[in-house]
């Protein structure tokens, strides 16, 4: 099954808008994934109805028994994230912000004081919407681990997705942890961008690292009237890297009215919403697949 | 004093408060502005300037041959798949590596030594008068964004006034760089997504306790629902920005909007009036 996701390197730039609109005009059976786990906002659009919610347990953390420790210090010195500390008592105690769970501070325990303990860092749920189901979650407030919860939504997705022709994926912002996570295993990306010196500057280091997999790219540039110099510089440099521009966005007050009203843009007829469906069409007869 | 600039939601105007900020305060006194979005670092594009680099090195494990024999302990015990080894080889994937050191600690024959390896830079500027910049760049193709923040809070440590502009998200990297802080400025705008973000930002703050305010960004004087939001979970509003178009094409071209709109420099004052003043603050 075909895998796309859209994204963006900076935040901001309409990532959300644009897979809302994909999802209501591209042909065939579809299934979305909302990998910006940090701040998932796909399901604020596509109005889905819950179906399950699964706990995510990320990395384990550290415990440390209070009974069994004798305070040698030891697993403090061992911890390179400084999630050991010493309270004003003299008891150690471990921070579960700070532990990556390692397992350093367990293996150097003489003791054996220490354990790893199971650690719920979110929720992944799992929805169904007007064209298919969706899977997002929700990361406890403080947790980490977003580059693992990606994976494990991208994994429940492609389950849920069984039969489907199509797996759309709102992405996370930046380049990091999520970002990998999400390009792995895709077919392609679109990047939505915008004319701006901050939009192209961050396109630039995204495609960096997406040009590492191998999969199509193509970019929409968003309020693409804005800014008519910056618009060019954005096609210039998709031309020297060999990327299709599939859609230029003007901008529009429609898509603010639409995103307040909890209406999806290509619902109403607007410049934008016209541009939108030509991005659809262009990118299916891109992706050459057949809607079953 | 640590201030930090953040959101949630990417693009709802961080970089836009957290530099004009750091701009107007340095004409009064000395401030350091650190960009802890490491993925996607953009302040440096409005304060064009010479920087001068150092490296973030990140601890790695170096494998001697002759002394491995893959007895597999090293595999075994770390946690972050970032080892596997084979019958006659070991294979390490350093992206994955969280340099704990583990591997070496376990290793039974000597064969593991720790050694550095690079996985980011931290730029140093000073683009005017009581301004340093300091920026965390994370290498494209890495992924451990928190220790680049760390490495770029260091050297901004023991300064008096430091703001820092926040990475979008709620996980590691925000946690990175709000833990500690001395205040935090939340950057919305009234959307649906704006508001929804706020809410889980805002729930970052309360867990790291770190005392709060919200910057409304591209008001059209009806954000009724943050507003309510705001009273609700007592976050005062400090800074209401107007929609406006040409604070978006400062923002875009890469200028301040406190150089080309001069008026704009008072609110921003106020705003970091309020923000050092918000409750709980030191």
């Known amino acids: 099954m075909l895998q796309v996701a859209v994204l963006s390197g900076k935040g901001g730039t309409g990532k959300t808008v644009v897979t809302a609109a994909l999802a209501d005009i591209l042909p065939g059976r579809l299934a979305f994934a ?8 796909l399901a604020l659009l596509l109005s889905p109805r819950e179906k399950k919610r699964v706990p995510f347990y990320g990395m384990k953390k550290a415990r440390i028994r209070e009974e069994a420790c ?3 210090g030891l697993c403090k010195a061992a911890c390179r994230f400084h999630a050991i500390s010493q309270d004003g008592g003299g008891t150690y105690r471990t921070d579960p912000i700070r532990c990556e769970g390692c397992a350093v501070c367990r293996d ?21 919407t007007e064209r298919g189901p969706l899977v997002y979650a929700e990361l406890c407030p403080g947790s980490g ?3 693992l919860l990606v994976h494990e939504v991208k994994k429940a997705a492609l389950k849920e997705s069984e039969g489907r022709d199509l797996l759309l994926i709102d992405g996370p912002p930046g380049i990091g942890c999520p970002v990998i996570s999400t390009l792995s295993g895709i077919s392609a990306a679109v990047m939505v961008t915008e004319p701006g010196v901050a939009a192209l500057h961050d396109l ?3 495609v960096t690292v997406s040009s590492g997999f191998s999969l199509s790219h193509w970019v929409v540039i968003n309020r693409a009237d804005l800014h008519p110099g910056y618009t060019r510089e954005i096609e210039l440099f998709c031309e020297e890297k060999g990327i299709p521009v599939i859609g230029r966005i003007p901008f529009d007050p429609a898509v603010i009215h639409a995103v307040r009203d909890g209406v999806l843009v290509t619902r109403r007829d607007s410049p934008a919403s016209r ?12 992706l050459l697949y057949v809607p079953g | 004093m640590r201030l930090v600039v953040a959101s949630g939601k990417g693009g709802t105007g961080k970089t836009l408060v957290a ?3 750091a701009a107007v305060l340095a004409s009064e006194r000395e401030v350091v502005l650190v960009d802890c979005d490491v993925e996607e670092p953009n302040a440096h594009l409005f304060f064009p300037s010479e920087e001068k680099t150092l490296p973030v090195l990140t601890d790695v494990p170096a494998f001697d041959n002759s002394r491995c024999t893959h007895c597999g302990n090293c595999g075994d015990s770390c946690q972050f798949g970032a080892i596997v080894v084979l019958k006659d080889r070991v294979l390490f994937f350093p992206a994955m590596c969280h340099g704990c050191g583990g591997c070496e600690l376990v290793c039974p024959e000597g064969a593991i030594t720790m050694e550095k390896r690079s996985i980011g830079h931290v730029a140093f500027s000073t683009p005017r008068s009581g301004l340093v910049l300091i920026t965390g760049v994370l290498h494209e193709r890495e992924v451990m964004s928190p220790h680049v923040i760390r490495e770029a809070l260091a050297y901004a440590s023991g300064h008096d006034l430091v703001i820092c502009d926040a990475p979008p998200g709620t996980a ?11 205040a935090c400025i939340f950057v919305t705008e009234p959307t649906p997504f704006g508001l929804h973000d706020l809410i889980l930002a805002a729930g970052v703050a309360e867990v790291l306790g770190v005392p709060s305010g919200v910057v409304i960004n591209r008001s059209m004087g009806d954000e009724g629902s943050i507003r309510n939001l705001c009273r609700a979970r007592n976050l005062p509003i400090l800074m209401t920005i107007p929609f406006d178009r040409g604070i978006a094409e400062a923002a875009n071209s890469g200028q301040l909007v406190t150089d080309r709109m001069p008026g704009m420099k008072d609110q921003f004052l106020k705003l970091f009036t309020r923000a050092s003043a918000l409750p709980g603050v030191r």
């Open chain 1, 34 to 41: 909302d990998c910006d786990v940090e701040a998932a906002n």
């Open chain 1, 70 to 72: 004798v305070s040698c």
């Open chain 1, 108 to 128: 150097v325990c003489p003791e054996r004081a220490i354990f790893l303990l199971e650690h719920q860092d979110g929720e992944i749920l799992i929805a169904e």
């Open chain 1, 145 to 147: 681990n977003s580059g």
């Open chain 1, 204 to 206: 630039r280091r995204l």
């Open chain 1, 275 to 286: 541009e939108l469906a030509n991005i659809g069409k262009r990118l299916a007869e891109g």
């Open chain 2, 19 to 21: 530099s004009n900020l």
């Open chain 2, 172 to 182: 590691c990297p925000v946690v990175e760089t709000l833990e500690g802080a001395d």
